[in-house]
């Protein structure tokens, strides 16, 4: 609804299925080939290079379960830190915390 130009939320239309990650970079020398693997395990993601942060989309058709394990992996060798700010699949494709 506008009013005296102003816009005010009304309703949710549809709730969205995606999930949000964020992933620290380490070594800034990796960013390139991380979004690469990411992309294409089906996310999207974009870079900010002022935080060293790679901002990763998941949409709800992509087995979040199976980024988190690539996550997991490359947090493993060091390469990168992440966390999970928004979470929105379904409850059993979703890992358990290790």
């Known amino acids: 609804m506008a009013e ?6 009304s309703a949710v239309i549809m709730r969205s299925r995606n999930s949000l990650l964020r992933v620290v970079l380490h070594d800034e020398g990796e960013t390139a080939r991380v979004r690469a693997d990411l992309e294409a395990l089906g996310c999207s993601t974009e ?15 992509v087995r979040l379960r199976t980024v988190q394990r690539y996550l997991g992996a490359e947090e493993e ?15 059993e494709d979703v890992a358990p915390p290790s």
Do not use: Q, S
């Open 4 to 9: 005296e130009g102003n816009l005010y939320f």
């Open 47 to 61: 870079w900010l290079e002022t935080r060293r942060l790679i901002a990763v989309n998941v949409p709800g058709n």
């Open 77 to 91: 060798k060091g390469t990168i830190g992440w966390e999970e700010p928004i979470l929105r699949h379904a409850d």
